[in-house]
């Protein structure tokens, strides 16, 4: 293990270059969330409109499945790397990128497994769905992991580029599943292509994933890694609990609403679950060279994505009934009814997020951790008790109230983090 110190004189960039080194990062950053939008959202549409309510709703089980091992992944293996590795030097970036990745792969193979033993257990209507993703789960993290790798080195282009080639791939992909007319299929088409795209970015890094390093990783990061994993169970599982708690109490069908509910915000919801691959490095930089502003980045962060969350959803208020059913089929009908909670349920998150960012900047775990811990917490209560109480409908409304205070306790977290930073300042970046 070795620390690096900055020398201020010699690193430290002008104020306009700086400037302009943010505006094009995060250009790419919104480029290649735009492109990771698009295709989950065509993904989704595509799916809603070829397999019908019911059937959907088993896909979008397996899809609420793959977030949850998607966030143990990046609490073991990419939130350190982004976390302690964004602005290092090349020689530690592909040394931490090696491992990380690694790690990120062998998530994937341990779970993947676990997902197809549990698949062959279930049989049914769910069990092929899932031992399916179980087989595609290793190509789906390894390609994520690239992209908050190239983001963490700043070349959000690479990024961008490899989820352009994960759209391409999902074109004749999608169109054979939908020949096929499974959800089983469609499963292995979006995994298949991710692959794709996974085995792109070896080549686009240069940098061969080592597995056998992630247990050096693992043990290196554990201070941040296993809190950020209890941090992302949490939070992706109250999305799976609630999923199958409506499943439970309403039907199938309504975890089917909901999704196409989501799919309407789509380019909101991608942009928040993969905020971290821009924001957290971002965050990182700003408190290296300009600590006393990263209270201002957060709040200006989080205040852009709620009032584009809420622009968007009056936009969709707006949209006729024959083009919203173009779009869904016969989804459209239901899920037009939840645009106005889901909206506000997405703007309440985009606040948090700011805040969210900083505390991950700050590597002020123990504030993160019982930020989600309490927010989500909140999601499951109001998601399940609004369905209990008024069904589909009622879980919306209860999961937009419970995310709106969900973001209130990020914010209160954050400002004593912040004082703890004032008064305990780091000189020293620890990489290794």
């Excluded at 056998?212 to 990783?217: D, I, L, M, P, Y």
């Amino acid at each position: 293990m070795t620390t690096e110190r900055e020398n201020p004189q010699t690193t430290a960039p002008s104020t306009g270059s700086a400037k302009r080194g943010l505006a094009g990062r995060l250009s790419w950053g919104l480029a290649d969330q735009a492109a990771s939008s698009m295709s989950n959202f065509a993904v989704g549409i595509y799916v809603a409109r070829s397999l019908g309510v019911t059937a959907f709703g088993v896909f979008s089980l397996a899809w609420v499945t793959y977030g949850v091992v998607l966030n143990v992944s990046r609490g073991l293996a990419t939130d350190p790397l982004v976390v302690r590795f964004s602005g290092v030097s090349a020689a530690s970036w592909r040394a931490a990128v090696a491992r990380s990745s690694g790690t990120a792969l062998g998530v994937g193979a341990a779970l993947g497994a676990v997902s197809l033993v549990v698949g062959l257990a279930l049989g049914g209507r769910l069990g092929p769905a899932f031992s399916c993703l179980g087989v595609v789960l290793p190509g789906l993290l390894l390609q994520d992991a690239w992209r908050f790798a190239f983001f963490a080195a700043g070349t959000g282009r690479k990024a961008f580029v490899n989820d352009l080639v994960w759209g391409v791939a999902l074109v004749p992909a999608m169109v054979v599943a939908a020949r096929v007319g499974s959800v089983e299929a469609f499963v292995l088409a979006w995994g298949a292509s991710a692959t794709v795209a996974a085995v792109y970015g070896c080549f686009q890094s240069g940098i061969r994933p080592r597995t056998a390093g992630a247990r050096e990783w693992l043990r290196e990061h554990r201070d941040l890694g296993y809190r950020y994993l209890v941090e992302n169970v949490t939070n992706s599982g109250a999305s799976q609990l609630r999923a199958y708690g409506l499943g439970a109490i309403v039907g199938v069908g309504a975890v089917g609403v909901i999704r196409g509910a989501e799919l309407l915000l789509g380019p909101f919801m991608a942009v928040l679950m993969g905020l971290s691959l821009v924001t957290v490095a971002e965050a990182a930089r700003v408190l290296r060279r300009a600590p006393h502003r990263l209270g201002t980045f957060c709040l200006l962060l989080g205040v852009g994505q709620a009032a584009a969350a809420l622009s968007w959803g009056g936009a969709l208020l707006l949209v006729p009934d024959r083009v919203g059913e173009l779009v869904l089929g016969g989804v459209w009908s239901s899920a037009s009814e939840l645009i106005v909670p889901v909206t506000l349920g997405v703007a309440g998150a985009g606040l948090g997020t700011g805040a969210a960012a900083g505390l991950r900047a700050l590597g002020a775990a123990r504030h993160s951790l019982r930020s989600q811990l309490i927010a989500s917490a909140c999601y499951v209560i109001g998601g399940l008790g609004g369905a209990a109480v008024a069904g589909t409908v009622g879980s919306a409304w209860g999961v937009a109230a419970a995310t709106v205070c969900g973001s209130a306790v990020w914010w209160l977290q954050l400002r004593p983090a912040l004082r703890e930073r004032h008064q305990n300042p780091i000189s020293e970046v620890r990489t290794s």
